[in-house]
């Protein structure tokens, strides 16, 4: 590696340590939520209310000197209250269109299952485009941007399940469960946790970012390593058990995954465990499985229970 990469190398550790002082015992969502941000990706948290998925989301706001933006959704939100509004200006004589929150480096979508589709819909174009149209008039957003989403579980009342669009926007999904013994402990003497955001310094900049994002992207990929993510990509589509497998926008996110989880590795080229360890994360919420194979399981573990069968059936390249 160069000197220049070595120094961003030297960043990202640093990003992440802040990070891991904050949220204790959880380091595998703290390292995919730093594969989201580093492949210019979106990050969806899922789990229970009180497992820290918000305050992962401030940490890593805290942590990067940029624009942040907080929402939290209800069921009588509209789309003008996440992308903006055009007001008429008397003095001006004409249309002003008053930016919404969605106008930051980092915005929050807190308990995004909460609002009604229509409201989530507003995040579909800002997602995929970096820009949203209101009146006909498209507006870009900053870079970066990065939208970070908690959610609870479908099965809790009041929430609106994420379509399928939807969800494909989001590079990984990471599930936060309750934390171990130690970490609570931690967490109830306020050595981490919410409690610690205030003491967190910023270790990054919006152009430190964008540096380590094109790092990121030079990171070397083998042809063996794109054939193998393929095949994977392939099976969920024929697969007996699924009526919706994964999309090329999927393959491509895996893709970008696999270079930011290299990068993180002190590496400027991918192996075959960069692949496997993002197969799940990356493509369990990007499917639907088939209404007849239904079973006891919640759709979340079944699906990652088909996408691990379905990746040690393709053989790992050497």
Excluded: W
């Excluded at 479908?154 to 939807?166: A, C, D, F, N």
């Excluded at 380590?212 to 589509?237: F, H, K, M, P």
Aim: hydrophobic share 40%; net charge negative.
């Amino acid at each position: 590696m160069s000197q220049a990469s070595i120094s961003n190398l030297q960043r990202a550790a640093e990003l992440e340590c802040a990070l891991r002082s904050i949220i204790r015992g959880k380091d595998e969502v703290v390292r995919l939520a730093l594969v989201a941000i580093l492949a210019r990706g979106h990050l969806l948290i899922e789990g229970v209310p009180g497992v820290g998925k918000t305050t992962l989301a401030r940490a890593l706001a805290c942590a990067i000197s940029c624009d942040f933006r907080r929402v939290q959704f209800t069921s009588d939100m509209l789309p003008s209250d996440v992308l903006g509004i055009s007001v008429y200006s008397i003095s001006e004589e004409r249309f002003e269109f008053k930016r919404g929150p969605v106008f930051t480096n980092i915005l929050l979508a807190d308990e995004i299952n909460r609002t009604t589709p229509k409201t989530q819909s507003a995040l579909l174009e800002a997602m995929n485009e970096r820009q949203v149209t209101v009146d006909g008039h498209s507006h870009g957003l900053p870079n970066p941007f990065l939208v970070i989403a908690t959610q609870n579980p479908v099965e809790h009342h009041g929430t609106y399940p994420l379509p399928e669009s939807q969800l494909d926007r989001f590079l990984i999904r990471a599930r936060m469960g309750y934390p171990e013994g130690r970490s609570e402990r931690e967490i109830l003497l306020g050595k981490a946790g919410a409690a610690r955001l205030e003491e967190l310094q910023p270790v990054l900049s919006a152009e430190d970012v964008i540096a380590l994002q094109n790092e990121v992207s030079n990171v070397r990929v083998e042809d063996a390593l794109i054939d193998y993510g393929l095949a994977i990509v392939e099976r969920t589509r024929h697969h007996e058990q699924l009526s919706l497998g994964v999309s090329p926008r999927g393959s491509l996110m895996l893709y970008h995954a696999a270079q930011a989880m290299a990068f993180l590795e002190g590496r400027n080229f991918c192996i075959p465990d960069d692949f496997k360890k993002l197969i799940v994360p990356t493509f369990a919420h990007r499917l639907v499985i088939n209404a007849r194979y239904t079973s006891t399981l919640k759709r979340a573990e079944q699906s990652e229970q088909i996408l691990r069968e379905v990746a040690d059936s393709v053989p790992v390249p050497v």
